[in-house]
């Protein structure tokens, strides 16, 4: 397994080898040992897997929870194709505003880690996309915040059209998130 720090502080990208044969495959998305040595940490305590199926031209996010403590994850995508996108919401921190995409896949297994005070979003690039989280703590509505994937100050690859939620199309954007306090702050 490969891995690769994204362009933002702390996110990491993991590239398996997958073996393939007449039979199908075999991947391991996720070996502790290449983790370890990459984030510096192993992986957290896993309180929650989620899933979410998602046709063709949905976009979600970009969502995080409040911090402390925040919520780390470790997303895969099993089925279908996703453009996965990590934004830097730390106020303070060196890449706040930045983001980084990483495409993935039923094909490829990469998987992206995102430590806490980071957004996360995608775009399902075919239908039935299936994207995989393993999460440091359980879902609690009440600490789920959103930033504006359509943010144009974020400059998202988000194609017109794309198909949003509710609370996806009512989050606020960056600037008005920060200036309001909705924001994590960076830890030194």
């Known amino acids: 397994m490969k891995a690769r720090a994204l362009s933002v502080g702390?996110?990491?990208?993991?590239?398996?080898?997958?073996?393939?044969d007449d039979r199908g495959l075999f991947v391991s998305p996720f070996q502790h040992e290449v983790f370890a040595e990459a984030v510096g940490a192993p992986l957290f305590a896993v309180a929650q897997a989620?899933?979410?199926?998602?046709?063709?031209?949905?976009?979600?996010?970009?969502?995080?929870?409040r911090t402390?403590?925040?919520?780390?994850?470790?997303?895969?995508?099993?089925?279908?194709?996703?453009?996965?996108?990590?934004?830097?919401?730390?106020?303070?921190?060196?890449?706040?505003?930045e983001w980084d995409s990483v495409e993935l896949s039923g094909d490829g297994f990469h998987a992206v880690y995102l430590p806490p005070g980071l957004g996360h979003a995608f775009i399902a690039l075919e239908d039935h996309s299936t994207v995989h989280y393993l999460l440091s703590r359980a879902y609690d509505p009440a600490d789920e915040l959103a930033v504006s994937i359509v943010d144009p100050d974020l400059a998202l690859p988000v194609p017109a059209g794309a198909v949003l939620s509710e609370r996806d199309r009512a989050a606020p954007g960056l600037a008005l998130a920060r200036d309001t306090g909705l924001l994590p702050v960076h830890a030194v």
């Open 68 to 97: 402390a403590p925040g919520c780390a994850k470790y997303v895969t995508c099993s089925r279908g194709r996703v453009l996965d996108v990590v934004v830097d919401l730390r106020v303070g921190s060196p890449t706040f505003g």
């Open 10 to 20: 702390g996110a990491w990208t993991f590239e398996p080898e997958v073996f393939p």
């Open 50 to 65: 989620s899933a979410s199926v998602s046709r063709r031209g949905v976009a979600r996010g970009v969502h995080y929870a």
